[in-house]
């Protein structure tokens, strides 16, 4: 959460892909505005919003242009008064909106307004990981369980969950459902279900109303879920009435998410973007090999603002190294669920632009396919970790440089992505000046939140490894043996 908090108020205003036109939908949604009046866009809603949030079109001046810095954004306007302002997010579901926009009534500070919405919605993004990782952890709490947490949540994740935009959401609601559902359909049944099936209920019923596609990616994960687990388990869960009520809250989630979509048309009024005149046969391969791209692990501002090539390689190394290792081990139900999970990752985004490419052009972006990257992960560190032999030959001192190596690599790896980022908002000047003579600073100034998240990011993974055992446990110690709720192979 705090970290989240320090790309919050470190990164300008408007500084994330689209955010004005979420921050405008967001306060009007606060102020009982769903959709907007028509405008001569389709894809383009008016709504009446403070006159400050009104002018958030105007802020992101240094978007697609690296070498101008983000004070070209001179002056912000404060002020309660009404004006009639307009968004592409106009037909999105009010739902992220609803719990994110309601700072902007409590201030006529504009800035203090977005900040506001940032910290809440990075409160609630933080919230969901920590319940998917907690999930995880019950299932298996060894170090690989730890490892899987710092392969989930990658630079990129946290940047979103710092910005006004339903994107961050949708990934940690997705995590933390498979990791419940997993939780709860393990071999053992719990003795307290019902903290879990708030979550699953809560997570399933957000991550459906986030965007347009999220109803697919909630269909993946349950099949996931389903398919890793033995029938007689997931019988067993069906037959309690406590677990009905929640697939019925679920069910009346998805509904709503729906029944949104079609009344208003979301999906078809996505903009219009190069490539339209491509075939749908040529968009799927084309995307076939974009999908798995840099906005997974870090693509910042708007997407202008690359992560430094030792954020791309140690997330993508960590995520390839539990994803193989994963996949060594299974067996039976546990395989096909993994290689589900890789299809839903690899292909749905390819088969989604098919479809659309003639409509709307490319509009696919990595990051709208973090939810299933963080879902791969989590089933990923689940079959690896659950396939721990009783003891290993390895000895204590490899294994705690090991571990305090990577840790100090994420760390690294975090505060790296933001100051690379806020050397970006510089115009790219070099690293001596952006230290002695910054063009721009957040408030508080750049050290002060580099040296936050990174004591964040320290204290977070120095907890997730306390909080697990070590993955040599000996034969026969009762302390550190694997808990029976872990998913059994077929």
Request: with cysteine.
């Amino acid at each position: 959460m705090i970290a989240a908090i320090a790309w919050a108020v470190s990164t300008p205003l408007g500084g994330s892909p689209d955010e004005p036109a979420h921050i405008i939908k967001a306060a009007s949604v606060a102020r009982g505005q769903f959709v907007g009046d028509p405008t001569d866009q389709p894809a383009v809603r008016s709504v009446q919003v403070p006159e400050g949030i009104a002018t958030a079109a105007q802020w992101p001046c240094y978007a697609f242009a690296p070498a101008t810095p983000a004070s070209c954004l001179l002056d912000v306007v404060d002020g309660a008064d009404l004006e009639r302002a307009d968004t592409s997010a106009g037909l999105y579901n009010p739902t992220y909106y609803l719990l994110v926009g309601w700072p902007s009534l409590l201030t006529d500070n504009t800035s203090a307004a977005v900040i506001g919405m940032r910290v809440v919605g990075g409160i609630l993004v933080s919230f969901f990981l920590a319940a998917g990782f907690s999930a995880l952890r019950q299932l298996n709490p060894n170090r690989v369980t730890a490892f899987g947490l710092a392969a989930a949540v990658t630079p990129m994740v946290l940047f979103l969950a710092s910005a006004v935009n339903p994107n961050g959401l949708e990934i940690a609601t997705g995590f933390a459902l498979l990791s419940s559902l997993l939780l709860v359909l393990g071999r053992v049944p719990l003795e307290r279900r019902w903290p879990w099936l708030l979550v699953i209920g809560a997570s399933g019923v957000l991550l459906a109303q986030t965007r347009g596609l999220s109803p697919l990616w909630m269909a993946v994960i349950a099949a996931v879920a389903i398919i890793v687990t033995p029938w007689p388990q997931v019988l067993r869960e069906l037959r309690r009435w406590p677990v009905i009520v929640t697939i019925a809250v679920l069910g009346l989630g998805v509904l709503a998410a729906v029944g949104w979509t079609f009344a208003t048309g979301s999906l078809g009024s996505m903009g219009n973007f190069p490539g339209a005149t491509d075939s749908p046969r040529r968009a799927f391969i084309i995307m076939l090999f974009r999908t798995f791209d840099p906005g997974l692990f870090g693509f910042f501002g708007w997407l202008d603002t690359p992560a430094p090539a030792f954020v791309l390689a140690f997330w993508s190394f960590l995520a390839f190294a539990i994803a193989v290792a994963a996949v060594v081990v299974a067996r039976g139900r546990r395989t096909w669920g993994l290689a589900l999970a890789v299809v839903a990752l690899l292909v749905v985004p390819a088969v989604v632009q098919a479809a659309s490419v003639q409509s709307s052009g490319y509009i696919w972006q990595g990051r709208y396919a973090l939810v299933a990257y963080v879902t791969l992960v989590a089933l990923a560190t689940t079959v690896a970790a659950s396939a721990l032999p009783a003891s290993t030959p390895v000895p204590d001192r490899w294994r705690r440089r090991l571990i305090a190596w990577i840790a100090g690599l994420v760390v690294l790896g975090q505060t790296w992505a933001l100051f690379a980022t806020f050397q970006r908002y510089q115009g790219g000047i070099a690293v001596d000046q952006v230290i002695l003579h910054p063009v721009w600073t957040p408030p508080g100034g750049l050290f002060l939140w580099l040296a936050v998240i990174a004591i964040a990011t320290g204290f977070t993974a120095w907890a997730a490894v306390a909080g697990t055992a070590p993955a040599d446990r000996a034969p026969g110690d009762e302390a550190d043996a694997e808990p029976e709720v872990a998913i059994p192979a077929s």
